[in-house]
């Protein structure tokens, strides 16, 4: 069965940063779009970023130029490179298997999640 295991996540200081993992099983790692989702206390889950099978990537706007999302095909793992980070980023990080190999197919099965908080 699919399984995305995420750590990475912590408590760090505004301005600092994380670089969250995800390890991937049970799936067909390389063909897939992978991404990361977060959902902070009172707000819906939103897609942060994503990365398609074939590496084009995707982000939303308050998080342009801060965070890199990355992939190694060769051991199932995902990456979310944190940045220049902002108390408003506070929130649990979700991995997020996508339906197909681009993000417009969406995604269908999300990790436990890793929770980051960022103190200003």
């Known amino acids: 069965q699919v399984q995305l295991v995420e750590s990475g996540g912590g408590l760090v200081q505004a301005g600092g940063s994380l670089r969250p993992t995800c390890v991937a099983s049970g799936l067909t790692f390389g063909s897939l779009a992978m991404g990361w989702y977060r959902q902070a206390p009172g707000k819906e889950r939103e897609l942060v970023a994503s990365i398609g099978s074939g590496g084009s990537t995707y982000y939303i706007d308050s998080v342009k130029g801060r965070f890199t999302i990355s992939r190694d095909n060769a051991k199932n793992t995902l990456y979310l490179q944190m940045n220049s980070l902002k108390p408003e980023d506070t929130a649990v990080y979700y991995c997020?298997?996508?339906?197909?190999?681009?993000?417009?197919?969406?995604?269908?099965?999300w990790g436990q999640g890793t929770q980051v908080t960022v103190s200003s």
């Open positions: 997020a298997k996508g339906r197909g190999s681009r993000r417009y197919l969406g995604f269908d099965y």
